[in-house]
């Protein structure tokens, strides 16, 4: 089975602390994602890389950084946390090419900023 | 990617089909319908996809209208853990090119199945 594994179930940051979430999958996927979602907002990509060392913004990458140093491990960085950051965040990853593409998500990280 | 048009909520009986629709009018001939529900709690979990044939699975059936403007995913018996929000997304199935993979995300159907 396909795993996608997020460090942190349950994180809380005090505000200005920078913030490390950590993605890690199996599958050698060259895909992966890294998304927040609010109530009455649904999902929203913050940034996605579709190699090693190569990223792109999603739609809402302000405050967010990522680094993918390897190809099975993506992370999220909170330069200076603030409490607006306060949310569910999701990891994903998915194989690049025609065929059956679809993404495979982490179970979430809950962080609380206070 | 194309923009989809998901009803926000419906309600089903257990034991009876779910037929959730969506709407992808602008959709180009080189993009996939894709569905994936988020059980509470829970990251979301691939359903299934298609191009242009319907499509059947394990856990669904996928029914794709003619002009491709148009989806209904099927739950043909739902049970009270079908209960959940389910995605339909269009994504481009282009390999290369630095878009290609990105998932959008709309605001989903919340089904709810009762006993």
């Known amino acids: 089975d396909v795993k996608v594994t997020q460090s942190s179930r349950y994180l809380v940051k005090r505000t200005g602390e920078k913030v490390f979430l950590e993605c890690v999958q199996d599958m050698d996927h060259e895909n992966m994602f890294w998304y927040r979602q609010d109530p009455g907002l649904g999902l929203r990509l913050i940034y996605f890389s579709y190699d090693v060392k190569m990223k792109e913004k999603g739609d809402i990458p302000e405050g967010y950084s990522v680094s993918r140093e390897k190809k099975e491990r993506f992370s999220l960085i909170l330069e200076s946390a603030s409490t607006n950051q306060t949310s569910m965040y999701l990891c994903?990853?998915?194989?690049?090419?025609?065929?059956?593409?679809?993404?495979?998500f982490g179970q979430g990280t809950r962080l609380t900023v206070v | 990617d194309a923009k989809t048009t998901q009803p926000p909520s419906m309600d089903c009986a257990e034991g009876r089909a779910a037929n959730l629709p969506c709407n992808h009018s602008t959709i180009s001939g080189n993009e996939y319908v894709y569905w994936y529900r988020q059980i509470h709690s829970q990251g979301p979990q691939y359903i299934i996809h298609g191009l242009k044939n319907n499509e059947t699975n394990e856990m669904a059936s996928l029914i794709i209208t003619e002009d491709r403007k148009s989806s209904t995913l099927i739950l043909p018996h739902a049970t009270l853990r079908d209960t959940a929000v389910y995605y339909c997304i269009v994504r481009s199935a282009n390999a290369g090119g630095t878009s290609y993979g990105k998932l959008t995300f709309g605001q989903g159907t919340i089904l709810t199945v009762h006993p």
């Open positions: 994903a990853s998915s194989f690049m090419g025609r065929g059956r593409t679809e993404a495979f």
